[in-house]
């Protein structure tokens, strides 16, 4: 292991507080070619068990450190070959921790545009800085600047000599890497990040039109919503800091305590330095780091509700209606049956006064009596609160048990008009298939979600301000997890389902539904490595995440890994199974039986670790269960309440529906969601509602306040 590489692993085991080996190990199996989801879930003994979550943040941090180590051989190279690189330079270049840190290093050596500096170095004024710099007592700078007037050169009198030497001095102050991550330090310290109304009119944005709040303390969704604001023309914003202080510091920096004749100059200089070179830059940095920060922690938030809302428990075993909600061109109805399978379509006009409700009644009650529909799964969009009002009406004349549920229906556009969807529903126009993909939302969240685009799923903040590329990984990495997570029924799965499975790229989950349609079922996942271009890695990867229900083997329908399926056997074989008893589930005292033998012993007797062991026994028991379903239940209503239903001190339950940087809004059947602030989510102090909120999270909630007129529900957690 190199040097540089020792110094990362040392970096990781400090900031994510591991053991030598625990890091060690964990970036060698990323460097193998291991994917995430498997090292979390298989290789638990090498990482210590770290999280899905902590690999990953692990993984972003290792690319940053070893991007930070090359640019570090690139910069010294690059000095080297000016012939300016210094035991000093090698030194501050080693102990650099950040990339500005070294931009800050290479600035003096970097190739420069013309500059005010450069161009005075050209008329032969270096020396003249350099006298002025030293602030030698003796000198008069006027006297000695006549020696370097050059009229051919465009230097005609001494206040241009001067003028051009303090352009040069203040260049140097600039290039200065100490004195610029000090400035910098202290602007982040204790400056402001101010905004201004740059335009009369009314806005979204009038709180920021006199807006000033320190650096070190601004909340992230303030500063995207300072620079969606600037981007629009509607405000103009600024770094602000006391010029006073950073003159003060450079002043002690730069002059001596008895001051020179030149000190004067060298003030001046710095004092140019400063408001010309050093602030503009600075002030571009620490925005850019604020909205990098900003970002990264908006991210964040969209990824932990994301997988809130892929992770919602399924509604199994329910005929779904789905009911696409629509002014004009009506609503798109379509009804599956338990399995996804659609089995009735229609169009209803039912959302404006000019509509005949009775006629979209008669519609709807023959398409739910003739199909036996259990549930209607209704989109959240347009016209969604007269399409609530009127099912919930149908409802009440009915003589049978139906519910509804509100449903996210974001993105459902998005994969209605998709290449996917066509594939899937050549005979349906686009909006049918959006009423499809809204019912079997209901049905299995994940499974329908994953068709879509994650950012198009509309479950943060900003989400279209940001590095879209960056956003883009992220969010797969948190749909990656969900389904690796949950694990996928291989002989079911839909390529899109398939495409997110640890080691299974789109190519390759195409080519697995084609083997499955030439070849029939999967009867054990060995099977898989007659998929065309599945290989061993791939089988290693994606195996223990894929399911085969009624196989050959039971263990196929269990998060056990095939490569630990001997361990397994034996394990079962010891404490006294049958494969019979394991096919039929008679294996509950399982966890029992296994607490009264030595753990380490039995690990050790079977060539595995503890680990490893108490997962392969947790697995079986739970063999062919959904994690989701030991998840509260989404909530299910047959009436509708109104805004005017609603009192102040009102107890009522509610799902979730997006968490923020300041609250999360909460669904409780009113068409409007409910804000709780993040000051009304619980008695201890939190950082962010994400501390205790997820989407799709069932809670009770107690009505502080309703505005109707401006359609403000006010909700606190705390005191339901």
Not at 366 to 377: D, H, Q, W
């Amino acid at each position: 292991m190199g040097n540089s590489e020792s110094k990362i692993i040392s970096l990781l085991m400090s900031e994510f507080n591991l053991h030598k080996a625990q890091a060690e190990n964990t970036v060698k199996l990323i460097d193998d070619g291991n994917t995430i989801p498997f090292i979390a879930r298989y290789r638990k003994e090498a990482t210590g068990s770290l999280s899905d979550e902590v690999l990953r943040d692990l993984y972003e941090r290792l690319n940053y450190l070893r991007n930070l180590e090359n640019k570090k051989e690139e910069i010294s190279r690059l000095i080297n070959e000016q012939g300016k690189l210094t035991d000093e330079i090698c030194a501050a270049i080693d102990n650099a921790a950040t990339l500005s840190e070294l931009e800050d290093i290479y600035r003096p050596f970097r190739p420069k545009r013309r500059t005010r500096a450069t161009i005075a170095k050209e008329k032969g004024l270096e020396s003249l800085a350099e006298i002025i710099a030293a602030q030698n007592r003796g000198d008069n700078i006027e006297s000695l600047a006549l020696d370097f007037i050059d009229a051919e050169k465009g230097v005609e009198t001494a206040e241009d000599t001067i003028a051009g030497a303090m352009d040069i001095i203040a260049e140097d102050i600039s290039d200065n890497a100490e004195y610029r991550k000090d400035i910098r330090t202290r602007t982040v310290n204790e400056g402001l990040l101010v905004s201004k109304a740059a335009a009369e009119e009314d806005s979204v944005y009038r709180l920021y039109y006199d807006f000033a709040e320190p650096i070190k303390r601004i909340a992230n969704h303030r500063v995207l919503a300072v620079n969606r604001g600037e981007k629009e023309g509607f405000l103009s914003v600024k770094i602000d800091m006391d010029e006073d202080k950073i003159h003060n510091y450079l002043f002690r920096r730069l002059t001596p305590k008895i001051e020179a004749p030149s000190t004067r100059y060298v003030k001046s200089a710095a004092a140019d330095s400063y408001k010309r070179l050093i602030a503009p830059s600075i002030a571009t940095e620490i925005r850019n780091m604020l909205t990098e920060n900003a970002e990264e922690a908006s991210i964040k938030v969209f990824n932990q509700n994301l997988s809130g809302l892929l992770l919602q428990p399924p509604i199994k075993g329910k005929i779904v209606m789905g009911f696409d909600p629509g002014y004009r061109t009506g609503c798109k109805v379509a009804v599956v049956d338990e399995t996804g399978k659609v089995l009735d379509t229609s169009v209803v006009y039912c959302t404006l006064p000019h509509h005949d409700k009775d006629k979209a009644k008669k519609q709807l009650t023959g398409m739910i009596v003739k199909n036996n529909v259990n549930l209607i799964s209704i989109g959240n969009g347009t016209a969604s609160k007269e399409s609530e009002i009127f099912i919930s009406e149908l409802l009440k004349g009915l003589d049978r048990e139906v519910y509804y549920i509100m449903t996210n229906e974001a993105g459902a556009s998005v994969y209605s008009a998709s290449k996917l969807a066509t594939e899937e529903f050549p005979q349906y126009d686009v909006a049918l298939r959006s009423a499809v993909s809204i019912a079997r939302r209901v049905q299995d969240p994940l499974a329908e979600l994953v068709k879509i685009d994650p950012k198009s799923i509309g479950v943060g903040q900003y989400q279209h301000d940001m590095n879209q590329k960056r956003l883009g990984e992220a969010l797969g990495g948190v749909v990656e997890s969900c389904v690796n997570s949950v694990g996928v029924d291989l002989n079911t799965a839909s390529p899109s389902l398939l495409a997110y499975v640890a080691g299974i790229n789109k190519t390759v989950s195409k080519n697995i539904i084609t083997y499955r349609e030439e070849n029939g079922k999967f009867n054990t996942r060995r099977d898989l490595l007659k998929v065309p271009k599945l290989g061993a890695k791939a089988f290693e990867q994606c195996a223990g995440f894929l399911r085969i229900t009624d196989g050959a083997n039971p263990l196929d329908n269990t998060s056990v890994h095939p490569e630990s399926y001997a361990a397994a056997e034996e394990l079962l074989k010891f404490l006294g199974y049958t494969d019979e008893d394991v096919q039929s589930g008679n294996i509950s005292d399982l966890k029992k039986k296994l607490s009264r033998v030595s753990s380490a012993e039995l690990a050790e007797r079977l060539g595995i670790g503890e680990i490893t062991l108490n997962d392969i026994a947790d697995s079986i028991m739970k063999k062919g269960r959904d994690p989701r379903e030991e998840l509260p239940q989404p909530i299910l209503r047959s009436d509708i309440l109104s805004m005017e239903d609603l009192k102040p001190d009102m107890v009522l339950t509610g799902t979730v529906r997006n968490v923020i940087d300041f609250g999360a809004f909460v669904d409780i059947g009113v068409h409007q969601d409910g804000l709780v602030h993040i000051s009304q989510i619980c008695d201890r102090y939190i950082k962010h509602p994400t501390d205790v909120l997820s989407v799709g999270d069932i809670v009770k909630v107690r009505v502080l306040e309703v505005d109707a007129k401006k359609k403000r529900i006010s909700l606190s957690i705390k005191e339901a």
